[in-house]
């Protein structure tokens, strides 16, 4: 039995990757993603007549970097088709694509649910030409911006390999992450540059042949791919349940109503009207070129972490969290290589620098830099300045280009580790609370945090505290034997 009574989920999952070009698949068109609709066009991505195609050879080589990050075959050999179908956003009535001889085939992603490890692999990716948008409710009309028509894409298909909603989820966010660290897309969600279709079936447990498959369209963010397919299972146990058939749908999700609503029957690949695109020739790659891609692979998140993990002592959940965005991976490396307590790093990167830092596609802003940061923490372990301090100078030095060091000068932030001072503020302190000394002397001896705490303020926290605990145990220890 499964979640789902006496029926198995079978999921796979085709997600579209916008490649990170300056220029369209075919045309010198830009990619730029927000400005003014129908900007970004010409007689190609409109499928003029008379326009003919050109291979963009920089999305080529993402796609490779892609497709081996990903420890696909590459095909020598690809060719590229027509994908016959026609909508307004649309304007050639053909789509540029890739069908029986893709780029690449047998791929393989790992990943982990509630700690059980899963391998899913990856049946194929191809390269393809992005539509355009259709805008609908501007005043009682529908419009169309062509700017992302002819946007390179990859279709990156799964194969039926996953079982459930959050196995989903998962696999698109180590998809994402490949993708990111790689610079081969830039995982925006919101703007479409990641974007998924889920194929969902069901089938009684114990039996190995596919049910009719659904179409789950265009889910922009994790969450929404989870429930999506939870809801869309439910659905179709409840048709079978019935006595009802389960049709070939394309169908889309309401995450308000927590539902899918029927888009259209789903079309069958016949309908397509697959045929080699007679304006461009195969594409073949050359050995030196894919292997030269290949030696420039970066490290892959996931090794990353396990190096991290097993070389520098940090925590799964440090891994995670330093090795989520690739520039923030690459500010804790460069931080690192300055000063070299991992864990000590790590803890104050995430302490204090990621709740200022913002992303936005690859790149992302820091208020510091990896030379501040290392900076910051020598001198608290030469005990120039204390833990505490290190915060108030952290929040000094945010935003600037000054060196940690000149701050500590020019605000007298210094610890305070002078005994004889800091017995002369001890015994002031006490001075001022007979009534906690006298406690103290009877026995509560809780209340030296009390103490400290005061001294602590009067010299706004730049007492080192190890000097200041030794002090008021001897002071206030004087007072009980006599």
């Not at 009207?273 to 894919?290: G, M, N, Q, S």
């Not at 990621?354 to 802003?365: H, N």
């Amino acid at each position: 039995m499964t979640a789902y009574g006496a029926y198995e989920p079978v999921i796979g999952l085709e997600v579209h990757a916008q490649l990170l070009t300056r220029t369209k698949a075919f045309c010198g068109c830009a990619t730029s993603f927000g400005d003014p609709p129908n900007t970004h066009t010409c007689p190609v991505c409109l499928g003029l007549p008379g326009a003919l195609p050109v291979l963009n050879a920089e999305a080529v080589s993402l796609a490779v970097r892609a497709s081996l990050a990903l420890g696909c075959s590459l095909q020598a050999r690809s060719v590229f088709a027509r994908k016959n179908y026609f909508y307004p956003d649309l304007p050639k009535g053909y789509q540029i694509s890739q069908y029986d001889l893709p780029l690449a085939l047998s791929g393989v992603l790992d990943i982990e649910v509630d700690g059980t490890p899963r391998r899913v692999g990856i049946r194929r990716i191809h390269m393809e030409e992005d539509a355009g948008k259709n805008l609908h409710g501007i005043g009682d009309e529908s419009v169309v911006d062509l700017n992302r028509a002819g946007t390179p894409l990859i279709e990156i298909v799964s194969e039926p390999d996953l079982r459930s909603g959050p196995e989903a989820a998962e696999y698109l966010r180590r998809l994402r992450e490949v993708l990111m660290f790689t610079g081969v897309n830039d995982g925006n969600l919101e703007q479409g540059s990641f974007r998924c279709d889920a194929n969902v079936s069901i089938r009684k447990v114990g039996e190995t042949r596919l049910g009719t498959r659904v179409e789950l369209k265009n889910i922009n963010s994790f969450k929404f791919v989870a429930d999506a397919i939870d809801v869309e299972i439910r659905r179709q146990v409840n048709l079978v349940e019935r006595g009802e058939r389960v049709r070939q749908q394309t169908r889309g999700y309401s995450a308000e109503k927590r539902e899918s609503y029927l888009l259209r029957d789903k079309e069958s690949e016949s309908d397509y009207r697959y045929f080699p695109e007679p304006d461009l020739p195969p594409l073949v790659l050359e050995e030196a070129h894919v292997e030269s891609i290949r030696s420039a692979l970066p490290e892959l998140p996931v090794a990353k972490r396990a190096r991290w993990a097993l070389e520098l002592g940090l925590t799964a959940y440090a891994t995670g969290v330093l090795g989520a965005h690739p520039a923030i991976a690459r500010f804790f490396d460069e931080a690192r290589a300055l000063y070299p307590d991992a864990v000590k790093l790590a803890n104050f990167v995430q302490s204090e620098v990621l709740r200022d830092v913002t992303t936005t596609g690859l790149t992302a802003s820091f208020p510091v830099t990896p030379a501040q940061v290392a900076e910051i923490l020598r001198l608290v372990d030469a005990g120039t300045i204390s833990g505490k301090q290190a915060k108030e100078l952290y929040a000094a030095v945010a935003g600037t280009d000054h060196a940690p060091a000149d701050i500590v000068r020019e605000r007298g932030m210094a610890v305070l580790g002078d005994v004889s001072a800091i017995e002369a503020i001890a015994r002031g302190v006490m001075e001022a609370n007979p009534k906690q000394v006298a406690s103290y002397r009877a026995g509560k001896t809780a209340l030296l945090g009390f103490f400290v705490g005061q001294i602590m303020k009067q010299t706004k926290g730049s007492a080192d505290p190890a000097t200041v605990n030794a002090v008021l145990v001897r002071l206030l220890g004087e007072g009980s034997e006599a």
